[in-house]
C-alpha cells in the first residue's frame, strides 16, 4: 500500500491557493514519484479507444505503484465533460486504496484551484506519472500545469486515451489524438522542462523509493522487479 497514512481526503475546489502557497523554490525533480489517475471515472471512457485495455494498464500502475510505495492521486472531474453521462465515481474495476488522496478538479488542469500542489509538498514528490482518461484535455492540461510549475512529467503512453472528435469538417480518431500528445509529452517546450513518456512495461517505480523510506522493504523492491519482469516476459501458457 502506499506510504501515505492520512485517510482519503476530497480536496475542495473553492478553497482556491494563490502563488505563494506552493513551495518558492518549486518541486523537487529528484524527490519521491506520484502516480497521477486522472479522471478515471463511470461515463469518462465512453466511447474512448481501446477503453478496456487501457483501464486493465492504469489498474497494473496502480498496483505496482502500491506495492513500491509511490503515492497514488486521484484526480477527479468535478463537472466531467459536457458530452459525458455518468455517476462520476471511480470505475468499477479500481477501487481508491486507504490513504490515498482524491483530488476533485473543476477544470481541466488538475493543479487549478485545487490542493493538489501542496499534496505533492507534504509527499516530497517531484516527478509525476500520468496516466487516466481524456488525453487531449484533462491529462495534456495537468501535464502542461505541472510542468509549468516545475514538476518531472512521465507520461504512460499506453495507460491513457481519448474519444474520437469532430468539428464538423474533419473527425480525428481516439487513437490519433494518443499518439499527438504523446508526441507532445516527449517534446518539451523548454530546456529547463523535463517530460518524457515510456510505456507501461518500462515504468520503474522501485527508482523513486528512498533508502530511508521504512515503508518500503527490501520484500516489496523484489515484489515490484518481479512483477516487472513478468511483464516483459509472461512466458509459457502452458
Keep these: 500500500m502506499s506510504a501515505i497514512t492520512s485517510p482519503s481526503v476530497d480536496l475542495d475546489p473553492d478553497d482556491e491557493l494563490d502563488d505563494t502557497s506552493e513551495l518558492d523554490s518549486g518541486p523537487d525533480a529528484t524527490g519521491r514519484a506520484a502516480l497521477l489517475v486522472i479522471g478515471m471515472q463511470q461515463g469518462n471512457l465512453d466511447g474512448c479507444w481501446q477503453a478496456e485495455q487501457v483501464t486493465a494498464t492504469v489498474s497494473d ?3 505496482r505503484a502500491r506495492l513500491a510505495s509511490v503515492p497514488v492521486i486521484w484526480v477527479n472531474d468535478l463537472n466531467p465533460p459536457a458530452s459525458v453521462t455518468g455517476s ?5 474495476s479500481l477501487t481508491c486504496g486507504a490513504g490515498e488522496y482524491v483530488v476533485l478538479k473543476p477544470y481541466r488542469d488538475g493543479f487549478e484551484s485545487t490542493g493538489l500542489a501542496d499534496s505533492l509538498a507534504t509527499l516530497g ?3 509525476l506519472f500520468l496516466c487516466g482518461a481524456w488525453s487531449h484535455e484533462s491529462v495534456r492540461a495537468t501535464m502542461v500545469g505541472a510542468l509549468s510549475r516545475g514538476y518531472s512529467t512521465v507520461l504512460v503512453e499506453d495507460a491513457h486515451t481519448a474519444p474520437s472528435r469532430h468539428d464538423g469538417t474533419a473527425t480525428v480518431s481516439g487513437e490519433s ?13 523548454a530546456p529547463a522542462q523535463d517530460s518524457s513518456t515510456m ?11 528512498h533508502t530511508d523510506d521504512t515503508a518500503v522493504g527490501d520484500e516489496a523492491l ?7 519482469d513478468e511483464a516483459l516476459d509472461p512466458g509459457d501458457d502452458d
Excluded: H
Design 61 to 63: 500502475l496502480i498496483d
Design 177 to 189: 489524438i494518443v499518439s499527438v500528445v504523446n508526441m507532445i509529452a516527449a517534446a518539451p517546450g
Design 199 to 209: 510505456p507501461c512495461y518500462d515504468v520503474n517505480f522501485t527508482a523513486f523509493v
Design 222 to 228: 523484489a515484489a515490484q522487479e518481479q512483477a516487472q
Design 125 to 127: 514528490s517531484g516527478t
Design 88 to 92: 462520476g465515481e471511480l470505475l468499477s
